[in-house]
């Protein structure tokens, strides 16, 4: 799930896109402004990059907590009495459709 974490928002926006358009960025009148939403784009990509993080935190455990799950209700050789090396033929079926 999404969270905003801020928002920016500009009056005047013809202005200010003149000035980019005309290449002001550094211009001592303009330059606040710009260094401003070069602060927010850093802002926003730490969230991004601190989002991703929690998901993919997240995201090991849930597959972690599935293949435990899995693991446990599978019994394995030792488990099962029934059940030996010794009784695993591979292949076996390919015998019985040749003939």
């Known amino acids: ?6 928002a ?4 005047h ?3 200010i896109g003149f ?3 005309r290449r002001l960025e550094n ?3 303009w330059k606040p402004i710009f260094d401003a939403y070069e602060h927010m784009r850093a802002i926003e990509e730490a969230a991004k990059a601190k989002t991703r993080a ?3 935190a997240g995201q090991r455990r ?3 907590a599935a293949l435990e799950k899995l693991a446990s209700a599978q019994p394995t050789i030792g488990q099962n009495p029934t059940a030996s090396t010794t009784a695993i033929e591979p292949f076996d ?3 019985d459709l040749s003939s």
């Open 93 to 95: 079926e390919l015998d």
């Open 8 to 11: 920016i928002a500009t009056s």
């Open 1 to 6: 799930m999404a969270s905003i974490i801020g």
């Open 54 to 56: 929690v998901r993919r």
């Open 62 to 64: 849930r597959d972690h």
């Open 27 to 29: 211009d001592p009148i």
């Open 19 to 21: 000035a980019k358009d």
């Open 13 to 15: 926006t013809p202005t």
